[in-house]
């Protein structure tokens, strides 16, 4: 269990976008993707999916993801996993309720923040990745400087119903140790009602106490 959910953590802990760097000039078509990118996250207020996460080695875990604008993320996995993941608008935590364990990172140091702060720019720190279809919009966050930190790549499907005329599809995660995960939504909900209850979580260390939210 824990080589399968190891890299999903990893990939949740690298460079965010302050440390991630400008890319070189792009072009305009880039430029205009970027913009899309930016429009959606901004559009998406509230957003309920549920995902499923596969390693390298084709394990698939699935389970329930929920996101509040700006910095809520849940990630709900399926019953007999006893792993939560955070986000509370400042830290991003993850629980492994089978060893009592708790580790947090700032938002800020993530790449899900690209995903959860409306604030931010793409254009400083990602670039678009050619996919080859024309439907298919891929959005890459990576720190050049910073190899351990990995990369993660936001793939949207060009959708004129969704949000800002795309639909978030998922993002795949590679660490420094080459570990790949792919995470793939279906279900997406956007605009439904999300209590700021369902980003608290339960301590299991000893004297834990519900925090968050």
């Not at 993320?73 to 399926?78: E, K, L, T």
Request: aromatic share 6%; no cysteine.
């Amino acid at each position: 269990m824990k080589r399968i959910l190891a890299p999903l953590a990893l990939a949740l802990a690298v460079s965010g976008p302050a440390a991630l760097l400008s890319a070189p000039a792009v072009a305009q078509q880039d430029v205009s993707d970027l913009g899309q990118v930016n429009a959606y996250i901004r559009a998406v207020t509230t957003m309920t999916a549920d995902f499923a996460q596969t390693d390298r080695n084709g394990q698939t875990l699935t389970g329930q993801l929920t996101i509040k604008q700006p910095g809520k993320i849940r990630f709900q996995y399926q019953k007999g996993v006893p792993l939560l993941i955070v986000g509370d608008g400042k830290a991003l935590t993850m629980i492994d309720y089978e060893v009592r364990q708790v580790q947090r990172w700032p938002i800020g140091n993530s790449p899900l923040g690209a995903l959860i702060d409306p604030s931010k720019d793409l254009s400083k720190f990602g670039r678009v990745i050619q996919t080859g279809d024309p439907k298919i919009l891929s959005v890459q966050a990576r720190d050049p400087k910073r190899p351990e930190f990995g990369t993660i790549t936001m793939i949207f499907n060009r959708d004129p119903s969704g949000p800002a005329g795309l639909q978030l599809y998922g993002w795949v995660a590679l660490d420094s140790q080459n570990n790949r995960t792919a995470v793939r939504l279906t279900n997406q909900r956007y605009g439904v009602p999300v209590a700021n209850s369902a980003f608290r979580w339960v301590d299991p260390r000893p004297k834990g106490r519900s925090t968050g939210g």
